[in-house]
C-alpha cells in the first residue's frame, strides 16, 4: 500500500462524510428548525411538514445516512485493499 | 390482579434474569472487564448502546416533557439521535482502530501527555457522575411510586443490582444485561403506546396515528385537534412552540454533540471487533433507539390531548378514578380558583412550588368537592390544575383506560433504563480511576489482576457514591441529564476530533481547549442554575442561549482556543503522526 492510494482513499472518505453531513444538517437544522416555519405551511395527512421533520423524519434521515456511510465505506476499503482480515486486522 | 402485584411480578423476573446474566458473565481479565475482550457482535453492542444511551430521562420524562414543549420537543428528538451520525461517521470506527480501552486513553497517548490524560479523566468523571445521579433518582421513583417502597429503599435495592452485574461482571456482564434491558424496556414502551394510539385514531403504529385523524367521529386530525384546543385555552399552538429559534438551534447542537462525546456512549464501540463492526453497529444502535424515539412524540401528543379532553372544564366529581389517585402523590392536583367546582386549565403555574397536601394528624384534608388540599399559595392565574411532567408517561395506561399489567409493566421498563445507563456510567467512572488513574499514572507496572480488583473496587465506590446521590438528588432528573450534555460537548468532542482529523494538533492546544471548554460551560451553567436562578430568563442569557445549550458556544471556544494556542507551539512528534495516521486506515 502506497502512500499515495491511502491519501486518495483519505480524500474519498473525507467526501463522503462532508456529503452525508450536509444532508444530515439540512434535514434536522434546516427542514427542522429554520425551515420549520415555512414548511409548516405544507401539510401532508395530519402532519404540518415542519413539524414532522423536527419530530419524526430527521431521525429516519440520520439512520439512513448511517448505512449509506456504512455500504460507501466497506465498498472504498476493499477498492483500496484496506478492509480487515478476518484475525480482526 | 392490582397494578403493585403484577409490578412485584415484573419487577421480580426481570431482576432475576439481570443477576442471571450477572453470574454467567463473570469477567477474569482487565480486557473482559473493560471492553468484554472486544469480542462483542456488532448487532449486540447496538442494542447494547441503546439501553446504555436509553435513561430514565428517556423513558420516564422526555414524552412527558416533550407534551408540555410541543414543536420545542424536537430539541430532544432531534438532539438525542442526531449525536449518533457523528458517532458513526467521524468518531466511532477510528477509535475503534486506535483499540485502546478508555477515552482518556485516546486524548493521552493522541496528545502524547499525561496533563492530558488527567483532564481527560477529570471530564469523564464530572460528566458520568452529573449523569449517573439522575439515573438512581429514576430508579428509587419508579419504586416509591409502584411499590409503595422508600425512595430509599429503592436506591438501595438498584444500587444491590447495579452492583452485581457491574462490578462482577464488568462491561461483558453489562453489556449482555443491557440487551435483556433494552427488550423490557422497549416492550414496555410500545405496548401502552400501541393501545392508545389505536383508541384514538384506529391506527395502532403510533408513529402513523398521531398524524391521522381522530376516531371519535369528528373527521379531524388529532394534531389540528390539538393545536386548536392549545389556542382555546390560550396555549402557544402545539406544532409551533415558543422558545426562540437560535436557542432551539444551540440545544440540539449541543445534545447532539454531547451525546458524540460521551464516554460511555463512545466506549461502547472499544467492544466490538473490527473498524467495519463498529460503523455497523452505529447504524443498528440507532435503529433501536429510534424506535423509542419516534414514538415519544407520539404518545405525548396522545396524553397530552387525553388530558385535556378529561379536564378541561370538567366537573372535579365526575373525574375518573386515575384523577384521584395521583392527587394523592401531590403529581397531579387542582385548586378551585374561581369556586365552580370545574376544573379550569389555561397557561401559567397554579400554584407556587411544588405541591404540598395539607395533612392533619396524618389525614389529608379534604376540600368542598373533596379533593385533596394544598398549603401553597395560588398564584393569580387563571389555571387550577398542578400536573408533574413525570406523570405523563407514568399515568398514561391508567389515564387511557389500560389493563394494570400494562401499568406495571412501564414501572418495569423505568427501572430497565434506568438501571443499564447507570451500569455503564459506573464502568467508565471504574475504569477511569483503575486504568487512566492508578495503571496509567501512578503504578504502572500493576499486574492484570491487580488492575483488576482496583477496577471493582473502584466501581463499588462508584455505585455507593451514585445511591448517595440518588438519595439526595441535585435537581430534576432531565435537567441534570442535560447538563451533562453541555459538557461533554465542550470538552471532549473538539479535542476527539481534532485529534483524528487535523494531524498536527499538538498538546498544548487540546489541553487549552478542553480546560477552556469544560471551565466555561461549567460557570455558565453555574451561574444561571445554581447561584442565580432568577436572572435565568432570555434577557439575561448571553445571544438568548439558555443553559442548556450554552455547550454549544463552549464546543466553539474549545475549538478556537484549541486552534489558536495549537498553531503557537510546534508540532506533534513523528510518532504521534504516524499513529493519527494509522487509525484512518482499518487495516494498514
Not at chain 2, 432475576?16 to 457482535?41: D, M, R
Amino acid at each position: 500500500m502506497n502512500d499515495d492510494n491511502l491519501k486518495q482513499y483519505w480524500a474519498i472518505n473525507i467526501r463522503y462524510v462532508l456529503i452525508l453531513i450536509s444532508v444530515w444538517f439540512v434535514v434536522s437544522y434546516g427542514f427542522g428548525i429554520l425551515l420549520a416555519p415555512v414548511l409548516n405551511n405544507i401539510q401532508i395527512g395530519g402532519f404540518k411538514l415542519g413539524f414532522w421533520f423536527a419530530q419524526q423524519g430527521s431521525i429516519y434521515i440520520f439512520v439512513i445516512l448511517i448505512f449509506v456511510y456504512v455500504y460507501l465505506m466497506n465498498k472504498l476499503d476493499i477498492h483500496f485493499g484496506v478492509e480487515e482480515t478476518e484475525e480482526g486486522s | 390482579m392490582s397494578v403493585q402485584i403484577w409490578t412485584y411480578i415484573f419487577v421480580g423476573i426481570t431482576f432475576s434474569l439481570y443477576i442471571g446474566i450477572a453470574i454467567w458473565s463473570k469477567a477474569s481479565s482487565t480486557s473482559e472487564f473493560y471492553v468484554a475482550k472486544g469480542a462483542v457482535n456488532p448487532l449486540t453492542n447496538g442494542m447494547a448502546t441503546a439501553a446504555d444511551w436509553m435513561s430514565a430521562a428517556s423513558f420516564l420524562s422526555m414524552a412527558g416533557l416533550i407534551s408540555f414543549m410541543g414543536y420545542d420537543g424536537a430539541v430532544y428528538l432531534m438532539g438525542w439521535t442526531g449525536g449518533y451520525v457523528l458517532l458513526a461517521l467521524t468518531l466511532a470506527p477510528y477509535l475503534r482502530k486506535f483499540g485502546k480501552f478508555t477515552v482518556p486513553d485516546f486524548i493521552g497517548d493522541r496528545y502524547y501527555s499525561q496533563l492530558a490524560r488527567t483532564v481527560a479523566v477529570v471530564c469523564a468523571l464530572t460528566v458520568s457522575f452529573t449523569y449517573v445521579a439522575g439515573q438512581m433518582r429514576g430508579v428509587g421513583l419508579v419504586f416509591s411510586k409502584f411499590l409503595e417502597v422508600d425512595i430509599f429503599w429503592g436506591v438501595i435495592i438498584g444500587m444491590a443490582i447495579v452492583f452485581m452485574y457491574a462490578v462482577l461482571g464488568g462491561m461483558k456482564g453489562i453489556t449482555y444485561t443491557q440487551v435483556a434491558q433494552y427488550c423490557v424496556l422497549i416492550f414496555a414502551f410500545m405496548v401502552p403506546a400501541f393501545f392508545i394510539s389505536a383508541q384514538l385514531t384506529g391506527n395502532p403504529i403510533p408513529q402513523l396515528g398521531f398524524g391521522s385523524k381522530l376516531l371519535d367521529g369528528s373527521d379531524i386530525y388529532l394534531l389540528d385537534k390539538l393545536d386548536q384546543l392549545h389556542t382555546e385555552l390560550g396555549f402557544a399552538a402545539y406544532t409551533s412552540g415558543k422558545k426562540s429559534m437560535q436557542d432551539i438551534f444551540f440545544i440540539t447542537v449541543a445534545l447532539m454533540v454531547g451525546t458524540a462525546g460521551l464516554p460511555h456512549v463512545i466506549v461502547r464501540f472499544f467492544t466490538v471487533p473490527k473498524v467495519k463492526d463498529a460503523r455497523i453497529s452505529v447504524g443498528y444502535a440507532l435503529i433501536f433507539i429510534a424506535i423509542l424515539y419516534t414514538t415519544a412524540p407520539a404518545i405525548a401528543v396522545f396524553s397530552r390531548t387525553n388530558l385535556i379532553t378529561t379536564v378541561n372544564e370538567q366537573h372535579y366529581k365526575e373525574m375518573p378514578e386515575w384523577f384521584t389517585t395521583w392527587e394523592e402523590t401531590a403529581l397531579l392536583n387542582w385548586v378551585d380558583k374561581n369556586g365552580d367546582g370545574r376544573i379550569t386549565y389555561a397557561p401559567g403555574q397554579a400554584i407556587v412550588g411544588n405541591p404540598e397536601i395539607n395533612y392533619a394528624n396524618g389525614k389529608i384534608i379534604r376540600g368542598e368537592y373533596g379533593e385533596v388540599t394544598l398549603l401553597n399559595p395560588l398564584t393569580s392565574t387563571e389555571n387550577e390544575l398542578y400536573v408533574d411532567r413525570d406523570i405523563m408517561v407514568l399515568a398514561n395506561p391508567e389515564i387511557a383506560g389500560l389493563p394494570n399489567w400494562v401499568a406495571a409493566l412501564v414501572a418495569a421498563g423505568g427501572l430497565a433504563a434506568a438501571l443499564s445507563t447507570a451500569a455503564g456510567l459506573l464502568l467508565v467512572i471504574s475504569t477511569s480511576v483503575s486504568h487512566d488513574l492508578i495503571k496509567k499514572q501512578f503504578k504502572p507496572d500493576i499486574s492484570d489482576k491487580k488492575e483488576l480488583l482496583f477496577a471493582r473496587v473502584s466501581a463499588g465506590f462508584a455505585v455507593l457514591l451514585a445511591g448517595y446521590f440518588g438519595i439526595n438528588p441535585p435537581g430534576f432528573v432531565a435537567e441534570v441529564v442535560a447538563i451533562a450534555f453541555g459538557l461533554a460537548a465542550a470538552s471532549f468532542f473538539p479535542a476527539i476530533i481534532l485529534g483524528i482529523f487535523y494531524k498536527k494538533m499538538n498538546r498544548e492546544g487540546a489541553i487549552a481547549g478542553m480546560i477552556v471548554g469544560l471551565l466555561f460551560t461549567l460557570a455558565y451553567i453555574g451561574f444561571f442554575k445554581l447561584m442565580y436562578p432568577e436572572y435565568n430568563t432570555p434577557e439575561y442569557w448571553w445571544f438568548g442561549i439558555s443553559p442548556e445549550g450554552i455547550g454549544t458556544l463552549g464546543m466553539l471556544i474549545n475549538l478556537v482556543v484549541s486552534l489558536v494556542i495549537g498553531i503557537i507551539y510546534p508540532d506533534p512528534p513523528v510518532e504521534v503522526q504516524e499513529m493519527v495516521k494509522s487509525i484512518r486506515y482499518p487495516r494498514a
